[in-house]
C-alpha cells in the first residue's frame, strides 16, 4: 500500500485535483489557498483554475484526473465502473488512481477541519 501512495502525480494535477475537492465540500479556505498556490507558484491560469472546480480542465490527461477525483468526492466513493475504465482509459494506472483517491481524502481531511473551525481565507485575492 505505501509503494501505492507514492506521489506519481505531478503538482500541478494535484493542485488541481485539491481544487476540485474543496469545491465539492464547500470549503472557501482551501479553495483560497489552493487557487493561491496554484497561481503563484505552479502558474495555473485563472481560467483553468475555475474549470478544475467544477472538475475539467484545459489539458485533456489533467481533465480526466480531476473529473475522476470529482466523482470520488461527489460519489464517497462510490463511482461508477465507467468512470473508473474512463480515467484508466486515459492513461492513469493503478497506482496513480490509488493516488488520486488518497489525495481526495487528504483534501477531504483539511476541508473537514477548515469548515468545522471556520477558518477564513487570508490568502491574496487574484
Known sequence: MQAALSRTLDARTR???A???SEVNGCQYCI???TYLGHYFLKLIPEEMTLNRAGRSLDPEAEAAVKFARSVSISRGRVETAE???VRASGY???QIVEIIALCAEVFLTNLLANVFEIKPDFLKM
Open 84 to 86: 473508473l475504465s474512463n
Open 32 to 34: 483560497s489557498a489552493h
Open 15 to 17: 493542485e488541481r485535483i
Open 93 to 95: 494506472s493503478d497506482a
Open 19 to 21: 481544487l476540485a475537492v
